[in-house]
RNA sequence: GGCCCCGUCGUCUAGCCAGGUCCAGGACACCAGGUUUUCAUCCUGGCAACGCGGGUUCAAAUCCCGCCGGGGUCACCA
């Protein structure tokens, strides 16, 4: 469709909703920038975003930014403050009924990644990171990195910088984060106690929650009798019930106590809709009166997380499966605090590669990131297959750019089920990567890993390597074991390569051989393996015949590049060498 | 155990919301064949799945119920 034939279907659809008269907004326009609670599905991501900017229009609402100055288009671009969005039109909560068409695509799409440093980039996390990105960079969208680092014990400053420089390798960086600032700092949650603070002074205020003095011990005791009765679990609400009096005589005298959230009492349910998930549901009576702040003053993980989010204005919370369940926690906290809650998509976990429960670096080496850095494996490629875990195009597509990734990229395209950390799918992937690299790239990219081994290869040779071993390896790490025969001159012979040495008349072959390499020109290839072929022809016997001797002796395997190529590798002194000592492991 | 989520080839998945075009499509892995001096690449072909049982319907992988199986979560961790 003719991009003015579709900026006039976008007006035929607005222009009634503009020009219906809404009631005149006296009220200042407030500053707060969360989206008010309206009527219809506030959290269609859809209909938030398309809507296209219509130039020049005015709202009903005299508020000076009223009037849209940005033209037409939306959603794309690399601008993530959000160009081609209109900046102001419906801010007005007052009006907002009136203008809801308009009204969704002021607010900017806002997503966070918030892992707590543990000392490793989770794969799972990396995942996550990357689909809360992905939507952010599709959307015009802000990507926020949010520590949650409250627990001191674990917090160092290594584990922060491992997440900072894995998401950097995988090109994730955040718009807004404790490296990079913003608006909404800060963005550790070791720094934000004192916003905390007060919002829990205001819960308390507000009458929300209630202090709960019921010691470790009794509840270790009330659990182990719940157990015991198989009873439900949760705290019984002691504290709840306590006598004015007597709450207000204990906080006085300084008793030690944790603040715990009222849950309703009356059975009504809580409700998720989940983008990815759909309405998921939980009744009444199974919520508890969880802890909000513990004895020490230090808020929970919960309430930092759902006071964030709102301070940090996150309209979109992409995040693991497994914290579906403090999504109803986090609802309760958000309606204790009268806030709307953003739109939540749980994603579906990775499981271990046998399928036996989520991944963790405790079992599975494979959870961390870096081990996917150290063994060499393109960022693309793990970028793409990341993407792959859980989210597809269509049924098809599956190499896919970055680009791709982010114009494809859907939430309604992700799939709810668990999934296998499908690492055969990585190789083959990582191997289409390099394969489709040019030459030059894959010598770049290899030449750290042979350093590593104290090896040397320089310009030619670096890229013949690289020419020779480029569709065998899957990983650029892989060079270090495919190509050791390359470098090491005391290798151990493969048992399968000296059964080849052994053979009837191999030593004789290659000892008539000799003379003819002493004259070839190693650096062509070509006329090498002519002068091979002719070789052959005149003692009346097939190519294999000397090709895998000479293979065996020169590389002492059976497998690899091509022989001329090997052979160039190798070098002329170093295969003369290298043939003699075949012969005599041949004859011995 | 309670609560919640999930259930298509060995694996990752498309299809399910809007039932027929699906005796279920793609990819990886695997197997076979071809090309090749080996291996890899590349090409061709093959194997292989709707968890089970009811129901609704002319018709169900698709809708409903039950069961079974897997996973998550139940901390003054995050």
Redesign the pocket.
Known sequence: MPAAAEEQSWAAFFLPLLVTPSPPCSTPRPSIRRLPVLPHDVQDLDRRLQPPCLPGTTTSCSSPTDTCAVGGGHGGGADVSGAGICPGVGRCSQCADALQGVFFMTQPLRVRFA??PTGYLHIGGARTALFNWLLARKEGGVFVLRM????AE?NTEAARETIFRGLDWLGLTPDEGPEQGGPFGPYS?SERADLYKKHVEELIAKGAVYP?F???ER?AEL?AKQEAE?A????DRLCRHLDAADVAKRLEEGV???WRLKAPLDAEGLVIDDKV???????GK?I?DI?LV???G?P???L?VVVDDHLMEISHVLRG??????TFKQLLIYKAFGWEPPVFA?L??I?GPK????LSKRKHPEAALELYQQRGYPTEALVNWLA?????M???T?VMTREELIRNFSL??V????????L??L??LS??YI?NMPVSEVARAIRPFIQSQGWHAEEPLLLTLAEAFQ??IRAFGDIVDQAAWVFEDKEEIEPKALKKLKKEGAADILEAYIPVLLEADFDDVEAM?ARARAFCEERGVG??AL??PL?ASVTR?????????CLRLVGKERVIRRIREGIERARS
Do not use: M
């Not at 949650?148 to 627990?151: A, L």
């Not at 998930?277 to 009744?283: D, M, Q, S, T, Y």
């Not at 399928?355 to 989520?358: L, R, S």
């Open positions: 892992p707590s949650e680092d409250t627990d674990r949650q709960c019921c010691t470790r509840l659990r198989k439900d679990l949760g705290y030690p106590h944790t998930r759909g309405r998921v549901e939980v009744a199974d508890e802890i513990r004895a020490n230090v929970v993980y919960n930092a499966e497994d914290h579906l369940t403090n749980h579906p976990l499981l399928g036996e429960g989520k792959l875990i859980g989210w597809r269509d049924g098809e599956e309604d395209q799939s709810a089920g668990g999934a296998r950390l499908p055969d799918k190789d083959w191997g289409e394969r569709p065998r393996e190519l294999g090709v895998h293979r395997r059976t497998a690899g590049p091509g022989l001329f190529d």
